[in-house]
């Protein structure tokens, strides 16, 4: 992982780079998170609800000592449950010093991007506000929509 670089800069990506992400199903949909982000990702777990959260937090969960808040993006996007259980995952993340959880439907792999493979947000957003996604990146045949979970929490907790 020497070579993957920090690509955490004000105006999104930078020339010439390549970046690895994990990308995981919601819905119907791909999306990728920058993995540089991702402290581990783990089976659903038992999840205690928190009376009176946002509708998109579902809970917490106890992680070896630890307690982490679990969001579903499901209801933060408003996008379809899938229905499958066995493959839900939860991936966990750690920014600064705090932990966040998500559920996904699916954990599909971890990719190497390079730079020209990604369209900027702004480009294919235009006129809505999109401030939580970084741009959608072309992998093959499939289109990944690469999220910045930083912006999403920071707005929504």
Same mark, same amino acid.
């Given at each position: ?41 783990? &089976? ?31 209801? &933060? ?81």
């Amino acid at each position: 992982m020497e070579d993957v670089f920090n690509i955490r800069v004000e105006d999104g990506y930078q020339e010439d780079e390549e970046i690895q992400v994990v990308a995981f199903r919601l819905g119907n949909e791909e999306y990728a998170v920058d993995i540089l982000y991702v402290q581990e990702i783990i &089976r659903l777990l038992n999840i205690t609800r928190v009376p009176r959260s946002a509708q998109h937090i579902e809970g917490v969960v106890n992680l070896r000592g630890s307690i982490i808040p679990i969001a579903n993006l499901h209801s &933060r996007f408003d996008l379809q449950f899938s229905e499958n259980q066995d493959d839900k995952r939860i991936i966990v993340f750690k920014f600064d010093e705090v932990q966040v959880g998500i559920i996904v439907d699916e954990v599909s792999e971890v990719l190497r991007i390079h730079q020209n493979d990604i369209e900027a947000a702004d480009k294919v957003y235009g006129t809505l506000e999109a401030d939580h996604i970084k741009g959608i990146a072309k992998v093959g045949e499939r289109l990944l929509i690469l999220l910045d979970l930083a912006k999403i929490f920071e707005a929504g907790w």
